[in-house]
């Protein structure tokens, strides 16, 4: 059974920096594709970044050049380097291991809330 561990959100000023993490088990980590998902107050969920197998990445415009997403296939890992954060980031952030022809479904973690206010 797959399970997806969030941990490292919480409250930041505007300008200010979080890290979060991703803990995967129950699943082939190293072959998995990857995604981080967030969710404001009143809207639909909406996709952040997919951090591939291979390592590459794509992200959603409004985060680029200030969220960096990193995996350690060791400790089956995935990590969301958040800079620069804005209050429109607030949200609670979802991990989840995308659908491949190496996974059937599409997996969620229970999510972790990020609050940017001043």
């Known amino acids: 059974q797959v399970q997806l561990v969030e941990s490292g959100g919480g409250l930041v000023q505007p300008g200010g920096s979080l890290r979060l993490s991703c803990a995967a088990s129950?699943?082939?980590?190293?072959?998995?594709?990857m995604a981080w998902y967030r969710q404001a107050p009143g809207k639909q969920r909406e996709w952040v970044v997919t951090?591939?197998?291979?390592?590459?990445?794509n992200y959603a415009d409004s985060v680029k050049d200030r969220f960096t997403i990193s995996r350690d296939n060791v400790k089956n890992t995935v990590y969301l380097q958040m800079n620069n954060l804005k209050p429109e980031d607030t949200g609670i952030y979802y991990c989840?291991?995308?659908?491949?022809?190496?996974?059937?479904?599409?997996?969620w973690g229970q999510g972790t809330q990020v609050t940017v206010s001043s």
């Open positions: 951090i591939r197998s291979g390592g590459s990445s």
């Open positions: 989840a291991v995308l659908q491949s022809p190496f996974v059937g479904r599409t997996y």
């Open positions: 129950g699943t082939a980590f190293s072959i998995a594709n």
